[in-house]
């Protein structure tokens, strides 16, 4: 069978517009002017995807500054092929206004646009239109002959030999879409329930309670929580803040010199979680003078040589020592560099010293008993991780007016350049998740340590949360909440460890958070039958790709020659599809390289005489 090569790509949102935009940026030095056809399916706009898309609440926001967000590569990024620098989302919005770039967008967006400053934290759906254009350039890059076609539709399953043309089987569509490859570019899916969210359903239908089970906040149905009731939230992250902004704005609540003025209409959110308190604030300033050397102790050596050893992985025991000794090598790095005052020797001695101080050993103690005067310049990383541990509360109302202080001082914090060694760390904490990517499914530990300290919520959405728990509106619950059901007063019962003699009662639960990204649990048939066609998939449910170029392993560990994965469900999955500028975006490196053995197999392919039937 002959005729043009044949590239789908299932899904159309930031990763899969990210593959396109380096298809186009590789193709001459791979592809030449060979013709090829690029199936792209979403049934959402491309550009945005799901997640992204423009048809949502404007009080959805980012949670990075404008500034510090692009979809374009630079020098940072580790990758064989072309550099094609583009705007971050501040300065694409500034060319907007300025009429050097021309957007066809809703009125509404084009008037945050005129608002948007660099530091600014852009709405979801300003950033849909972002994206949507950065699609568009995209398809303008690529060379005459590649084509692309878009279909809005699901993909639900995909079949063929790992020696012929693969079928891609779309909703609605009675004939497969041929394809001599495919790159799955799916993002956040929905998933099975849990047996303890079944449990919960259950007991929410027995006694007509509202129990809203992890989803992404904008496709939940919120209108099922009452006015003035009582609402357990479990999850204390971003799904929280985006539920906090509909739930109060959202019901026509306002804002007015810190002070928040309710409709009336807002429901009582008792919050809790493990750790009990809101991811750290963003940091609040922009960095000056000397960055710190990294990687410097998890670089690319120190993860071959973890790979490389015998037997199962354990994250806590051969990588989580290095992370420690590179978060701490960036934090004291720019404390003795940039806050020297506050140092008794110098950033050389105290190097040579701190390379062969174990982490947590009693010579680092040591060390920095005699090198940093001050405990509170010490980087405590369990600290950090768990604020509340061991605090203990007599009553809920106690409890309030301790959490209120300590998210008053972490973002004091998070806005005081005197703390800049915070902003080291935040630094350190993008170099170690590009060099964990290699390492596969490390499971969630890290993951969740990563979203807690560097992609915590806007400092002014913390300040929302404190005015509307001076209001009454958000009530704190504290660590490690738990919650029972009781079947004789048909309720939600919800408690703490932090304190341990009061409990809440309320009929209505909300879980705000998103649903585990698991092969197990998916409710993508297109992922299961991945899965139950031989695609290897990892003991937390994690879709197993080639660390190289993404290829999806069969469970012997080959790489299927025709299929790619990219994304959170696989175990190359990346702190996110954009960036910072300058960090050297991880999702970039791995877009590159697939999308050059996409156009290296598809070059072969043509010179063999085209497809294998």
């Known amino acids: 069978?002959?005729?043009?090569?044949?590239?789908?790509?299932?899904?159309?949102?930031?990763?899969?517009?990210?593959?396109?935009?380096?298809?186009?940026?590789?193709?001459?030095?791979?592809?030449?002017?060979?013709?090829?056809?690029?199936?792209?399916?979403?049934?959402?706009?491309?550009?945005?995807?799901?997640?992204?898309?423009?048809?949502?609440?404007?009080?959805?926001?980012?949670?990075?500054?404008?500034?510090?967000?692009?979809?374009?590569?630079?020098?940072?990024?580790?990758?064989?092929?072309?550099?094609?620098?583009?705007?971050?989302?501040?300065?694409?919005?500034?060319?907007?206004?300025?009429?050097?770039?021309?957007?066809?967008?809703?009125?509404?967006?084009?008037?945050?646009i005129r608002e948007l400053g660099a530091q600014d934290f852009p709405s979801r759906r300003l950033q849909s239109a972002y994206l949507r254009w950065v699609y568009e350039q995209s398809l303008a890059a690529l060379p005459p002959g590649i084509t692309v076609h878009e279909h809005q539709a699901y993909a639900h399953r995909v079949s063929g030999s790992h020696d012929g043309r693969q079928q891609v089987w779309l909703q609605g569509r009675a004939e497969p879409l041929l394809a001599d490859l495919v790159v799955l570019t799916v993002g956040h899916l929905d998933a099975e329930p849990e047996p303890e969210q079944v449990e919960l359903a259950a007991f929410a239908a027995r006694h007509q309670l509202v129990h809203l089970p992890p989803d992404f906040t904008a496709d939940s149905d919120l209108s099922a929580l009452p006015a003035g009731e009582p609402v357990i939230v479990r999850g204390f992250g971003l799904a929280f803040i985006d539920l906090m902004a509909l739930l109060t704005e959202g019901r026509g609540g306002r804002y007015e010199d810190g002070v928040y003025l309710p409709s009336g209409r807002e429901p009582v959110l008792y919050v809790g979680s493990r750790r009990g308190v809101p991811y750290h604030a963003k940091i609040g300033y922009t960095w000056q003078g000397e960055q710190p050397p990294l990687p410097r102790y998890l670089g690319p050596d120190q993860v071959d040589a973890v790979l490389a050893g015998t037997g199962p992985l354990d994250f806590r025991r051969d990588l989580w020592p290095s992370v420690v000794k590179e978060l701490g090598h960036a934090h004291y790095h720019r404390l003795f560099t940039a806050h020297p005052e506050r140092t008794a020797v110098g950033w050389g001695d105290f190097e040579e010293k701190y390379a062969v101080a174990e982490p947590g050993s009693p010579e680092l103690q040591a060390l920095l008993a005699s090198s940093v005067p001050d405990p509170a310049d010490h980087l405590d990383l369990d600290a950090l991780d768990r604020p509340l541990d061991g605090l203990r509360h007599p009553s809920y109302d106690s409890l309030q007016d301790?959490?209120?202080?300590?998210?008053?001082?972490?973002?004091?914090?998070?806005?005081?350049?005197?703390?800049?060694?915070?902003?080291?760390?935040?630094?350190?904490?993008?170099?170690?998740?590009?060099?964990?990517?290699?390492?596969?499914?490390?499971?969630?530990?890290?993951?969740?340590?990563?979203?807690y300290l560097a992609s915590g919520p806007p400092g002014p959405r913390l300040r929302q949360l404190l005015a509307l728990s001076r209001a009454g509106v958000v009530r704190f619950l504290g660590a490690g909440i738990t919650l029972e059901t009781d079947e004789q007063r048909g309720v939600f019962?919800?408690?703490?460890?932090?304190?341990?003699?009061?409990?809440?009662?309320?009929?209505?639960?909300?879980?705000?958070?998103?649903?585990?990204?698991?092969?197990?649990?998916?409710?993508?048939?297109?992922?299961?039958?991945?899965?139950?066609?031989?695609?290897?998939?990892?003991?937390?449910?994690?879709l197993r790709v080639d660390p190289g170029d993404s290829r999806i392993l069969d469970r012997d560990g080959s790489p299927h020659p025709r299929r790619f994965a990219l994304g959170p469900y696989t175990t190359a999955r990346s702190s996110g599809a954009f960036t910072r500028p300058r960090t050297g975006g991880p999702a970039f490196r791995q877009n590159d390289a697939a999308a050059r053995a996409v156009l290296a197999f598809l070059r072969d392919l043509s010179c063999r005489g085209g497809h294998t039937a």
């Open 1 to 112: 069978m002959s005729g043009v090569p044949t590239l789908v790509v299932i899904g159309g949102g930031p990763r899969g517009t990210g593959v396109i935009e380096r298809i186009a940026a590789n193709s001459a030095e791979l592809y030449g002017e060979g013709r090829l056809d690029i199936h792209l399916v979403d049934p959402y706009p491309p550009g945005g995807g799901r997640i992204w898309r423009q048809d949502q609440s404007p009080l959805l926001w980012m949670n990075s500054m404008a500034e510090d967000v692009t979809m374009f590569t630079d020098d940072t990024v580790k990758q064989d092929g072309p550099i094609r620098p583009g705007p971050a989302v501040h300065t694409w919005a500034a060319d907007v206004r300025e009429g050097r770039t021309v957007l066809d967008t809703d009125p509404g967006i084009l008037a945050e």
């Open 402 to 451: 301790g959490l209120r202080a300590y998210i008053t001082a972490d973002l004091e914090r998070r806005h005081d350049p005197r703390h800049s060694p915070d902003l080291a760390v935040f630094l350190g904490l993008l170099s170690v998740y590009g060099q964990l990517v290699r390492a596969g499914d490390i499971g969630d530990r890290w993951h969740g340590f990563f979203s």
């Open 493 to 542: 019962r919800a408690g703490s460890a932090t304190v341990p003699d009061e409990h809440i009662e309320a009929r209505a639960l909300v879980e705000a958070r998103l649903p585990d990204p698991s092969l197990r649990k998916t409710r993508s048939p297109l992922l299961r039958g991945l899965y139950e066609d031989g695609a290897a998939g990892t003991d937390t449910g994690l």
